[in-house]
């Protein structure tokens, strides 16, 4: 979601920025048409109920810097405490503590709200101007291409994403029977089952059930767009 902010950050700073982000973060495709310095990776948790992260690894991972522009919308106390070790560097982000704070709201996109960061940089900014489309690699475009044309004519396709939290998850026997019912009353659509870790009782529903599990995200986003 702050993949527009970052995209004019790098327009303003072509070859300067250091992207500091979770575990795995290195390897998406989404930061690829990026102009970055480098991208380097800190493993924050959870403790007592709030996200924090180890104070020495955030200092030693920003290193030198003239500006930091914090994305969390979340805040702690490791974090505050790097924060007045910065001394002489500009701050930007959501919390006190920041040289320049933007307050988090509830009626505001968290997409608008990333990107207004960057916009007290540049208040001319638009987030439309930086909102396009994460660009798929070749190999994608390839292999959709290719689904495509393997696909019986006529042919629709529905996407299904079955898991968040616990406490927010479906029962799977009540996906089973949506699923069902579904390509039974429409024999002309396939189902795109999006899952990280697909259940054996939504595969089996259907020979029309595709199953993307464990697909990188960047082949899972291509084929359900």
């Known amino acids: 979601m702050a993949l527009p902010a970052l995209r004019a950050l790098a327009a303003m700073s072509p070859g300067r920025l250091t992207l500091i982000g979770a ?10 048409e990026l102009s970055l310095r480098t991208i380097r990776e800190l493993r924050a948790s959870t403790q007592e109920g709030y996200r924090t992260v180890d104070e020495a690894t955030l200092r030693e991972l920003i290193g030198e810097c003239d500006l930091l522009i914090s994305f969390n919308t979340w805040h702690s106390e490791a974090v505050g405490a790097v924060l007045r070790s910065l001394s002489g560097v500009e701050t930007i982000g959501f919390y006190r503590g920041f040289t320049h704070r933007v307050p988090l709201t509830e009626s505001r996109h968290k997409c608008d709200q990333l990107f207004e960061l960057v916009q007290v940089l540049d208040p001319s900014l638009r987030f439309q101007d930086f909102a396009q489309a994460p660009r798929r690699p070749e190999w994608v475009a390839q292999a959709v291409r290719e689904f495509q044309a393997n696909l019986p004519e006529g042919a629709r396709l529905l996407a299904v994403h079955t898991e968040s939290a616990a406490s927010k998850r479906w029962p799977v026997e009540r996906f089973q029977r949506v699923l069902g019912t579904f390509l039974d009353r429409h024999p002309d659509w396939l189902v795109l089952l999006v899952d990280l870790h697909a259940q054996d009782a939504l595969r089996s529903v259907s020979e029309r059930v595709l199953d993307l599990a464990g697909a990188p995200l960047a082949l899972a986003m291509a084929m359900v767009g």
């Open 23 to 32: 575990p795995g973060d290195s390897s998406l495709f989404f930061y690829e």
